[in-house]
């Protein structure tokens, strides 16, 4: 394990800095490090592996499929990526179109072109999204990325994009116009440490957008596909945008990414705008098909909902000094604490045998397999005292 750690460290560029677990595989809700110790999995590459490790509708989709046509390109079509697209409009109520892309990044970028396809079309010229928001890393998803310390290194970019402080509607609205192409929104944002706006400020951005005419795009590349115990998170205030960002959840940990324009806006790109080698190939396309199926047949949005609670009304019974709330919705939660003690933590519960995430200094995401069952949520709330005071022992006197 430390030698697969220097030959990490060796091979592979710093920007990750080397992670502190080597794992070797996983079942359901578990996972195992080379060295054979279990760990539950709280956090599912990041809210990636929706149902969980080695789920056999998974196995059996991405087998069978890549035994019998693994790759296409886009010079042809196939049926898993139709019925994957048919699929989705239908959860999201029909009139869209789709573009299926390998990544979340990817599938902000199509997000991205299709509004600057409109702002040109309708003299719109500048952007508006969040304050840490988190939208991806390539140069037009991270000139949107709010996070200034990911986004101002690689900066200055070639659109307009103006910032504003997050769930603050009043804000929102004095910075959009006539002029204004779209707004970029997260309903909850993930990597600022899953922290919800007020209610109604979804709702709030779609009546602005609607006001002004820009494009109303939530990236639910985080938040989708029951993590909240909803198919999607705009469904919490019935603020359905007019461009969609999906990617995470979607392939239970197959790559795959989906860009959904709403009406009218489905038809702004024309032929030979946008495209992708790998993007919609059969494999990714029908794991997705087998996420949707099998959270659709076992029941897991309620599932994702209720186990949720049990987490966070777990976490809430905990009386310490380093804790100092609960945030989030369904399997989205952030533990936060009453100073920046989330990496301590983090490797206390990593000793402790669950993995969690430091997702910001005060904040640690979990955001589990929609498997999760109520059981081994307490086995992690029952834990999480002694770890809290593993990772900060009290001081003495
Ligand atoms: C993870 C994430 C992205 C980037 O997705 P990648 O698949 O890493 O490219 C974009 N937006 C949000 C909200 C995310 O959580």
Request: charged fraction near 20%; glycine fraction near 12%.
């Amino acid at each position: 394990m430390s030698d697969l750690r220097a030959r990490f460290e060796a091979a592979f560029m710093p920007n990750y800095g080397v992670p502190p677990v080597a794992l070797a595989r996983g079942e359901g809700c578990r996972v195992w490090d080379t060295g054979g110790r279990e760990y539950l999995d709280l956090i599912a590459g990041i809210a990636v592996t929706s149902l969980g490790h080695g789920h056999p509708a998974l196995v059996e989709a991405v087998s069978s499929q890549v035994a019998t046509l693994a790759h296409t390109s886009n010079l042809v079509l196939h049926e898993p990526e139709v019925l994957l697209a048919e699929r989705l409009l239908g959860l999201l109520g029909g009139d869209g179109r789709v573009f299926l892309s390998n990544s979340g990044t990817e599938a902000n970028e199509c997000a991205l072109k299709l509004a600057i396809k409109y702002g040109k079309s309708n003299g719109r010229s500048y952007f508006v999204a969040a304050e840490n928001g988190f939208h991806g890393r390539s140069m037009g998803a991270l000139s949107l990325t709010g996070k200034a310390a990911i986004r101002e290194p690689f900066g200055p970019f070639g659109i307009d994009v103006r910032f504003v402080p997050y769930g603050d509607a009043d804000a929102l609205k004095a910075a959009v116009d006539e002029n204004c192409a779209a707004v970029f929104l997260e309903p909850t944002q993930g990597e600022a440490g899953v922290v919800p706006p007020p209610d109604g400020y979804f709702a709030a951005a779609r009546a602005i957008c609607d006001a002004t005419g820009a494009l109303f795009v939530a990236d639910e590349i985080q938040s989708a596909i029951g993590r909240t115990g909803t198919w999607f998170a705009f469904q919490h205030e019935n603020a359905r945008p007019d461009v969609l960002t999906l990617a995470k959840g979607l392939g239970g940990g197959l790559p795959i990414g989906a860009c959904v324009a709403f009406g009218p806006h489905g038809d702004l790109f024309a032929k030979g705008d946008h495209g992708s080698t790998f993007g919609g190939n059969p494999v990714s396309a029908a794991a997705a098909l087998a996420v949707l199926t099998t959270i659709e047949k076992d029941g897991l949005l309620a599932n994702a909902a209720s186990v949720g609670e049990t987490l966070a009304d777990g976490l809430r019974a905990i009386d310490h000094r380093l804790l100092d709330g609960v945030r989030g919705r369904g399997l989205w939660r952030a533990a936060v604490l009453t100073g920046p003690h989330a990496p301590a933590v983090e490797a206390a519960a990593r000793d402790a045998g669950f993995l969690i995430n430091a997702v910001a200094p005060d904040a640690l995401r979990l955001a589990p397999p929609l498997i999760l069952t109520a059981e081994q949520a307490r086995s992690f709330t029952a834990a999480f005292p002694a770890i809290l005071d593993s990772a900060a022992p009290e001081p003495e006197n």
